[in-house]
């Protein structure tokens, strides 16, 4: 089989899909990444090895937080932001898509998409309100699975009103309601719909948000949340079928469109478990900026650099 392989690397998830050459996903995966990106790239790889032992990457590419770690570990032919790779991943599942809502663990963002390109976009900034680790912080205090959270939250009528715009203060309001006999099922919904109310009052504040909207990352497995949106924004909320792996599709179909002038590509191949690694950083002292520019060494050799916002030491490779 000829595929195209993404990778998205985030703080609390690490995401791949393999695209045919007609676009369509035959394989994909999703694991936590639980503070170790070098060895969550080198588990999902080894995964998609066994899973998919007829294949070969014509072209790759990563996207995500740790898009360039990624890169420097696997080999990359494309790097691509998260912008870029969830807008394209949603314009080929919905092409006529206005408004994406990316819910991860640890961020979150709003794409406004008019006539097929990305004209506007925002993102969280400091607080986990309006992200998936809130909901799975309070999900572990209850002592409950996320999928548990999603589906007693939909067992109730009704959800209270819980304070969102800050975790810290959500948690707080969560104590006092159960301390007043609430029901739990109630709560949760009151998460899910206070998660829905931060993100639009803090992230979407001030865009246009026109249907049909997609609603993308691992947060869309809960359904009580994409209620909740359709509930706050008075529209139908669309939620694709790869909604939790849509990053890495997104620059698999951007690897897929990759001129690479003649070039083999650089991917090292699936079994990259004997690759080790190591990174340092330092200050820049240019400016005063100051920016803290990360190296990625493989032994004694330099394969990658960045970090600074005017791209003085960046390198690709």
Known sequence: MIAYLGLDVGAVSTNLAVLDVDGQVVHHSYLRTEGDPIGSVKRILAEADRAMLEMEVLCCGTTGSGRYLAAALMGADVVRNEITAHTTAALHFFPD??????????????????????????????????????????????????????????????????????????????????????????????????????????????????????????????????????????????????????????????????DLRGRRTKFKGFGVEGEHLTSRTFECPECSNRCDVIEIFNGMALVSRWGSRCGRWDIAE
């Open 97 to 258: 898509a206005r408004t994406v809502i990316e819910i991860g663990g640890q961020d979150s963002k709003i794409i406004i998409v008019r006539d097929g390109v990305a004209v506007d976009f925002a993102m969280n900034t400091v607080c986990a309100a309006g992200t998936g680790s809130f909901l799975d912080y309070q999900a572990s205090r209850m002592g409950i699975t996320i999928e548990e959270l999603a589906r007693l939250a939909r067992s109730a009528p009704d959800g209270v009103r819980i304070a969102g715009r800050c975790a810290v203060f959500a948690e707080t309001d969560v104590i006092d309601k159960q301390q007043r006999g609430i029901g739990r099922q109630a709560i949760l919904r009151g998460l899910c719909e206070s998660l829905a109310r931060n993100f639009l009052s803090s992230v979407g504040r001030g865009k246009p948000i026109e249907p049909p909207v997609i609603f993308q990352g691992g947060v869309a497995s809960n359904r009580a949340v994409a209620e909740a949106f359709e509930k706050e924004l008075g529209i139908g909320i669309r939620v694709p079928q790869y909604h939790d792996v849509m990053g890495a599709i997104g620059v698999a179909l951007a690897a897929g469109t990759e």
